[in-house]
């Protein structure tokens, strides 16, 4: 079984910083792209941030230039810094890994288990 273990959530004022972590661990051949989803109370997940095994990143314009999504390999962990913070921020936030556990076997998606973050004064 494959296991993503989230840290780092918490309450934090408008303008503060927060930073995500998400270890991977269990019977791992490779990981390939990890991600940062969240999902406020009564609105779709939606996808925060995203890298490849290479490094290459993608992030909703919401965020744009206040997050940075970042990843250590040989850790198998991946991590979030928000910066910049505002209440609109506030949800719940997943970690998602596309998971190879043997060699021949085809990816398979993982989930971690959330992690609240709430901005507020």
């Known amino acids: 079984q494959v296991q993503l273990v989230e840290s780092g959530g918490g309450l934090v004022q408008p303008g503060g910083s927060l930073r995500l972590s998400c270890a991977a661990s269990g019977s791992i051949f490779s990981i390939n792209d990890m991600g940062w989803y969240r999902q406020a109370p009564g609105t779709q997940r939606e996808l925060v941030a995203a890298?490849?095994?290479?490094?290459?990143?993608n992030y909703a314009d919401s965020v744009k230039g206040r997050f940075t999504i970042s990843r250590d390999n040989a850790k198998a962990t991946v991590y979030l810094q928000m910066n910049s913070l505002n209440p609109e921020d506030t949800a719940v936030y997943y970690c998602?890994?596309?998971?190879?556990?043997?060699?021949?076997?085809?990816?398979?998606?993982?989930w971690g288990q959330g992690t609240q973050v709430t901005v507020s004064s």
């Open positions: 890298i490849t095994r290479g490094g290459s990143t």
């Open positions: 998602n890994a596309l998971v190879k556990r043997r060699i021949g076997v085809r990816v398979q998606d993982y």
